[in-house]
């Protein structure tokens, strides 16, 4: 017997940073093609995928903002560095044979199409992997609540964050030995502890409109075709 798919529609959130690999910068194409490969196995389980990815790995504005400079245009660099992302991904996407369209939240008809929640509707049901670019296109707002929105805006049945870790800990287990991992949590624990997994504007987004987050690791291939058979290890945020 076949594994139950826990969820029908996702968007899967993968930071700039995970993109880099072990260089320090930019995009490591083997991890972008390793990524590539679990969002195949993601759609040949029938479920239909949308992206959000970040632009850590290349700019944040608050790096402009720390040495004085102009946070909005720090901001815009950031969304711009998030469209090359989605760029680098698309590119991998086709590699492993999938149909994958960019939508930007900042018009850019050269490169990319412009989001708009129909478009982004359509080419879903079309069965193409759709990568929202830009961020929300607006500054002081990063690709997590960017991810909240999207999955909101298209209906999403979970928002999948793929992180450096296997779920929300207590505190970093990369550098305290004593943290825990959580099972689950609700939306509002995670906000009320503090925990460091996405922003509070991404979380609040996520709790008012009852999508579940659901946070692995995103370095472990296979990983997602796992949690969405409801097994790997994970935090599930819910309710
Ligand atoms: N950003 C923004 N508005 C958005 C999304 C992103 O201004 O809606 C900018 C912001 O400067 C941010 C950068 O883009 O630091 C990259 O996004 P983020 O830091 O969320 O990337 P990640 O940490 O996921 O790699």
């Known amino acids: 017997m076949t594994d139950p798919i826990a969820y029908k529609r996702v968007l899967l959130k993968v930071s700039g940073e995970a993109l880099m690999g072990n260089q320090g910068f930019g995009i490591d194409v083997e991890v ?6 679990d ?12 992206i959000v990815i970040g632009g850590g790995n290349i700019f944040r504005g608050v790096a402009v903002a720390s040495r004085g400079g102009d946070r909005v245009t720090g901001d815009h660099m950031g969304m711009l560095a998030t469209v090359i992302n989605s760029l680098a991904l698309r590119t991998s996407l086709v590699k492993y044979g999938l149909d994958a369209v960019v939508l930007s939240a900042i018009a850019m008809p050269q490169l990319c199409e412009s989001f708009s929640q129909r478009k982004a509707m359509w080419n879903i049901e079309q069965g193409r992997v759709v ?3 830009g961020g929300t296109g607006n500054p ?8 909240a929105l999207r999955a909101a805006e298209i209906g999403a049945d979970a928002l999948l964050k793929g992180t450096q870790v296997d779920g929300i800990y207590s505190a970093d287990p990369k550098t305290d030995p004593s943290a825990e991992r959580y099972d ?3 939306h509002a624990q995670v906000i009320q502890k503090g925990l460091n997994v996405m922003d509070i504007a991404a979380v609040a987004l996520t709790r008012e409109n009852r ?3 659901v946070v692995f690791s995103i370095h472990e291939h296979g990983g997602l075709a796992l949690i ?12």
């Open 184 to 186: 689950r949590l609700t």
């Open 211 to 213: 999508i579940p987050i």
């Open 32 to 37: 972008a093609d390793r990524i590539a490969a």
């Open 131 to 133: 990568i929202f670019a």
């Open 39 to 50: 969002v195949k196995q993601a759609v040949d389980l029938g479920v239909q995928v949308a």
């Open 228 to 239: 969405l058979k409801g097994q790997g290890r994970s935090t599930v945020v819910h309710e």
């Open 140 to 147: 002081y707002f990063t690709t997590d609540s960017a991810a």
